[in-house]
């Protein structure tokens, strides 16, 4: 059996785009994705480490009830433009980024390793499913995670979704970026949110995620919805998970 650290690395190997093959568990060449067989409802009978998938802890969630208000301080965003590649890894469209760009939690600095996106929304607020949403994934040195998630509704252009999507692969891959992009582009002005406690939203499902779900929504058109369902093929988001006894702050 894994450790949850073990697992929590593996998920980040995923979420990196470390391991190669779309839906391939490192080492052990198992399948997983959205529809059939091997979609939601069956990940964690497709192997001991994804286990986790039936936590009671997971994510995503629909933000509704159980909120609690809570004092909490504002989000520290450090970002620098790292954004040197993006990759088609088989489930989402993904940026990696080189170090330098951070965020402070709890006093704790974590590092931003890369940026994808789910369409539809994987999240809910308030029973509200969202075009689109970004999930911008940092580990600090531990390897613990934060997840900073960021709806998209149907309007005007973003730059760095353009800049993005513009250069990634139909197929299965990775391409250079001619400019190194700053996620900064993907964040509202305002930057009140939401906080739980979930996990990672594909398999192994390693819990113990710090999930910050910003309130403000951003805007893509609908050309560029449109562009990244006909890259990806298919819808890429996990169902809404049960809350069970966990409290939202905001």
Same mark, same amino acid.
């Given at each position: 059996?894994?450790?949850? !650290?073990?697992?929590?690395?593996?998920?980040?190997?995923?979420?990196?785009?470390?391991?190669? /093959?779309?839906?391939?568990?490192?080492?052990?060449?198992? =399948?997983?994705?959205? &529809?059939?067989?091997?979609?939601?409802?069956?990940?964690?009978?497709?192997?001991?480490?994804?286990?986790?998938?039936?936590?009671?802890?997971?994510?995503?969630?629909?933000?509704?009830? &159980?909120?609690?208000?809570?004092?909490? +301080?504002?989000?520290?965003?450090?970002?620098?433009? /790292?954004?040197?590649?993006?990759?088609?890894?088989? =489930?989402?469209?993904?940026?990696?980024?080189?170090?330098? @760009?951070?965020?402070?939690?709890?006093?704790? $600095?974590?590092?931003?390793? &890369?940026? =994808?996106?789910?369409?539809?929304?994987?999240?809910?607020?308030?029973?509200?499913?969202?075009?689109?949403?970004? =999930?911008?994934?940092?580990?600090?040195?531990?390897?613990?995670?934060?997840?900073?998630?960021?709806?998209?509704?149907?309007?005007?252009?973003?730059?760095?979704?353009?800049?993005?999507?513009?250069?990634?692969?139909?197929? !299965?891959?990775? +391409?250079?970026?001619?400019?190194?992009? @700053?996620?900064?582009?993907?964040?509202?002005?305002? $930057?009140?949110?939401?906080?739980? @406690?979930?996990?990672?939203?594909?398999?192994?499902?390693?819990?113990?995620? $710090?999930?910050?779900?910003?309130?403000?929504?951003?805007?893509?058109?609908?050309? !560029?919805?449109?562009?990244?369902?006909?890259?990806? /093929?298919? @819808? +890429?988001?996990?169902?809404? !998970?049960?809350?069970?006894? $966990?409290?939202?702050?905001?």
């Amino acid at each position: 059996m894994q450790t949850k !650290q073990g697992m929590i690395s593996v998920g980040l190997a995923i979420l990196s785009g470390v391991a190669s /093959g779309a839906g391939e568990h490192p080492g052990h060449g198992v =399948h997983w994705g959205y &529809q059939g067989d091997v979609g939601p409802a069956y990940w964690a009978s497709l192997q001991p480490e994804f286990s986790a998938c039936l936590g009671k802890n997971q994510s995503p969630i629909d933000v509704a009830a &159980q909120r609690v208000a809570a004092e909490m +301080n504002p989000i520290r965003f450090d970002y620098e433009a /790292g954004g040197y590649e993006v990759v088609n890894n088989g =489930h989402t469209l993904q940026v990696n980024m080189e170090p330098g @760009s951070t965020i402070i939690v709890d006093g704790i $600095r974590f590092d931003l390793k &890369q940026f =994808h996106f789910h369409s539809p929304s994987e999240n809910h607020i308030g029973g509200k499913s969202y075009p689109l949403e970004a =999930h911008l994934v940092h580990a600090d040195e531990q390897g613990s995670l934060a997840v900073v998630a960021i709806m998209f509704e149907q309007g005007k252009d973003n730059a760095i979704v353009g800049a993005a999507w513009s250069h990634a692969p139909t197929r !299965q891959g990775t +391409n250079a970026l001619p400019s190194k992009l @700053s996620a900064s582009g993907l964040l509202p002005e305002k $930057r009140a949110y939401y906080r739980y @406690s979930g996990s990672l939203t594909t398999p192994p499902c390693s819990e113990g995620v $710090r999930w910050i779900l910003l309130k403000e929504p951003m805007t893509v058109t609908g050309d !560029q919805l449109a562009a990244f369902r006909k890259t990806v /093929g298919f @819808s +890429n988001n996990r169902p809404v !998970q049960p809350i069970n006894a $966990r409290s939202i702050l905001e």
